[in-house]
């Protein structure tokens, strides 16, 4: 704008006012640029109102210099400025890229032509506001983008919101997964040194029976058979939960527990099975958690194998390359349709357990040629 006092003036009367609210309670920040002092205080005058954090800039440089402290929800651009014009001002704020998509408004005292409209728009301006200047105009065009401002602020606090509440979700479930096993633990343990204990001790004692039973009648003799049968069946049974809430074999590390679940289900369901084994010594480096969930996750996909892939042969392999540690669990099997893999719950638990590692899971898989799954995790999780 120029500062003849003869031109025409810069407002006309108007219009009913409404104040923005912002989402988080900091009104948007707005840049006004002028050269002409009384038309920016008449312009901060005329958006006072819609409860906005208003900033000054006397030239294009001024504009530039407090583009570089704070952002800003819309910037209000004299065309007719001495030295960096509204077009330059506006072509170099829209190149910074930190500032590259902040809506630009330009004032000019005239329509102008059409090849200054498009070098406007050219230059990064949204809209143009002219002169005189209705105040309702103006305070409608600046609610729009303070309002698309607060909007994109919204979504933006939602959004951490919802990664937030994401975040403590997977901390809850790591948490309860911990408790869970050291559940598992302490109940195994129990077991173990209880009741375990007492069905070895009761074992040695009808042991000790059954060798001294030749004096005994043919039928107690039986009877002490059948009663040593009922110990060794418990003792089994025993084990067998043990084994089911946490395997001891873990307690040797990641590759003894691997080739123990291997041959349990080798035992169990006939299939066929390679293990191969790569890199460093694998009974002795990996952490308690790391190897419980890895070695939960090749029980959950072998029983996985067992119930739905009617395959003849699952190859393993662990690996550690670049600082990572790999898993691949393979099968020859009849694949996996691709609505099993969106919607089952048992691989979303698998890439909960492996995210809160650090680590990532992923699934291949093709009608009648098998599935692959590859968990890859770093070293230090």
Not at 121 to 126: E, H, I
Request: proline share 4%; with cysteine; aromatic share 4%.
């Amino acid at each position: 704008m120029g500062t003849d006092p003869r031109e025409t003036p810069v407002f006309r009367e108007g219009a009913q006012r409404r104040q923005l609210t912002p989402p988080d309670g900091v009104p948007a920040s707005i840049l006004l640029v002028d050269d002409n002092p009384a038309k920016l205080t008449a312009l901060a005058a005329v958006l006072a109102d819609l409860g906005l954090d208003i900033s000054t800039a006397s030239s294009g440089r001024d504009a530039l210099r407090l583009l570089l402290q704070r952002d800003f929800a819309v910037i209000l651009l004299d065309a007719r400025m001495p030295g960096m014009d509204g077009f330059e001002t506006a072509s170099l704020i829209h190149g910074r890229p930190k500032s590259a998509h902040t809506p630009i408004i330009i004032i000019t005292a005239e329509v102008g032509s059409d090849a200054e409209r498009i070098r406007g728009y050219g230059s990064g301006a949204v809209d143009f506001i002219f002169s005189p200047i209705l105040p309702e105009v103006l305070r409608a065009k600046v609610r729009v983008f303070v309002d698309l401002f607060y909007l994109q602020r919204k979504l933006a606090l939602q959004a951490e919101e919802l990664f937030n509440s994401k975040r403590q979700l997977r901390d809850l479930a790591n948490y309860e997964e911990q408790i869970r096993e050291e559940e598992r633990k302490r109940i195994a343990r129990e077991v173990h040194d209880q009741l375990g204990q007492s069905l070895l001790a009761l074992r040695m004692d009808v042991s000790l029976l059954q060798e001294r039973a030749e004096i005994l009648p043919e039928d107690l003799r039986e009877r002490i058979s059948d009663a040593m049968n009922h110990i060794d069946t418990a003792i089994r049974s025993v084990r067998a939960i043990i084994n089911d809430l946490r395997p001891p074999v873990l307690d040797l590390g990641l590759q003894a527990a691997i080739e123990w679940q291997l041959e349990e289900f080798r035992q169990r369901t006939g299939i066929a099975f390679t293990l191969q084994v790569q890199g460093d010594d694998y009974h002795s480096d990996q952490d308690d958690k790391r190897a419980t969930t890895l070695f939960r996750i090749v029980q959950e996909a072998l029983s996985n194998v067992t119930r739905h892939a009617q395959a003849t042969q699952v190859e393993v392999e662990l690996k550690q390359r670049d600082q990572r540690l790999q898993l691949r669990i393979a099968d020859n099997g009849i694949g996996m349709p691709e609505c099993r893999k969106a919607d089952s719950y048992g691989l979303a638990g698998m890439k909960e357990r492996i995210g809160m590692l650090g680590g990532e899971i992923a699934i291949s898989s093709t009608p009648g040629e098998g599935t692959t799954l590859t968990i890859t995790m770093p070293l230090d999780a």
